[in-house]
């Protein structure tokens, strides 16, 4: 089925996918020519209901173009559609093969893996049966909506120390040093160091605007430390280049292996960086909404997941507000 989008330079691009693979594509200056074209191409495929991959590939590309999650998306479309009862038509997969598809991965991968791709297919089917009912007014039942999916795992706690950290800055080399100190004097997400650039930067202003990031754009403040970090950025040669050129997965690795060198447990991991620093801001007594300018979360109960304090925290806290 054919998929439309508009491109930056203003015009109107046309995929058309059969079974996960291009069957055509052409780019039009008017998006009205661009429809026309889209549905001759649908008549020539005789498109019906779409099979999984192609309403999976068309949700990817329309809903979540330019967002991080978009390439995991498309992976986790791939894959599921790699089963033969999920390699059908929209309207005859079933509630059983869908559960059949969950009794495979439970026996292959962990819960949490699996209750993901499960609710990938309930995203893709609730956005299908939208759009399907839209364009034909007709109401497409959704098979996934009567599943049970895996519990979601318990949350993450582990908080990293400063001592622990430091050892795993000595176990690192000083370019993998900096971007793992960095996370942690900012609470950044990994996508979202590693794609910022000088343009992003105000270090006369002590903050960093993360353009599209998980929860939109924001403005990251940065500690004292975060700035001489970054000391040369401003006025750094390639101010559309990132800051940090290092692979995501080169950055996950470079922490495993400090972590092991180090003799830290498994549960160090690098996005326990930006829960620790934000359990630590929590334990210096600001409040819920100075937090989630740290944090960048919309939601406290997300903020709340996030700060790991304990008795402790809060009791030295009621100490420092009654001798006021």
């Given at each position: ?9 203003g015009k109107w691009n046309v995929q058309v996918r059969s079974k996960g693979k291009l069957y055509a594509s052409k780019t039009f200056v008017h998006r009205r020519r661009a429809e026309k074209w889209a549905k001759e191409k649908d008549a020539e495929l005789g498109v019906g209901h779409l099979l999984f991959i192609d309403a999976g590939h068309k949700y990817c590309i329309e809903v979540l173009d330019g967002k991080p999650s978009q390439l995991l998306a498309a992976n ?249």
């Amino acid at each position: 089925m054919a998929t439309i989008r508009k491109l930056p330079s203003g015009k109107w691009n046309v995929q058309v996918r059969s079974k996960g693979k291009l069957y055509a594509s052409k780019t039009f200056v008017h998006r009205r020519r661009a429809e026309k074209w889209a549905k001759e191409k649908d008549a020539e495929l005789g498109v019906g209901h779409l099979l999984f991959i192609d309403a999976g590939h068309k949700y990817c590309i329309e809903v979540l173009d330019g967002k991080p999650s978009q390439l995991l998306a498309a992976n986790r479309v791939d894959r599921i559609s790699r089963y033969p009862a999920m390699d059908k038509p929209m309207d005859k997969i079933t509630l059983q093969d869908i559960n059949a598809y969950k009794k495979y991965r439970l026996a292959e991968v962990s819960k949490a893996t699996c209750r993901d791709e499960l609710l990938m297919i309930r995203r893709v089917y609730r956005w299908y049966i939208r759009e399907h009912h839209a364009e034909t007014g007709k109401l497409l039942s959704n098979p996934s909506e009567y599943l049970t999916v895996p519990p979601p795992g318990k949350a993450r706690e582990r908080v990293i120390s400063r001592r622990e950290l430091h050892l795993l800055l000595g176990a690192m080399s000083p370019q993998m040093a900096k971007i793992v100190e960095f996370a942690f004097e900012t609470a950044m997400r990994r996508s979202e160091i590693l794609k910022f650039t000088p343009n992003d930067v105000f270090l006369d202003d002590r903050f960093l605007r993360v353009i599209e990031g998980k929860e939109g754009s924001r403005d990251v403040p940065l500690t004292k430390r975060a700035v001489e970090l970054l000391e040369g950025v401003a006025h750094a040669e390639g101010q559309d280049l990132p800051v940090f050129n290092a692979a995501p997965y080169s950055v996950t690795q470079a922490l495993r292996r400090a972590r092991i060198k180090a003799g830290l447990g498994e549960d160090v991991k690098f996005h326990q960086l930006r829960h620790s620093r934000i359990t630590e801001v929590a334990r210096m007594g600001l409040n819920q909404a100075q937090i989630m300018v740290v944090s960048g979360h919309r939601d406290i109960r997300s903020v709340q997941r996030y700060t790991h304090l304990n008795v402790r925290d809060v009791v030295g806290l009621i100490d420092q507000r009654s001798e006021r």
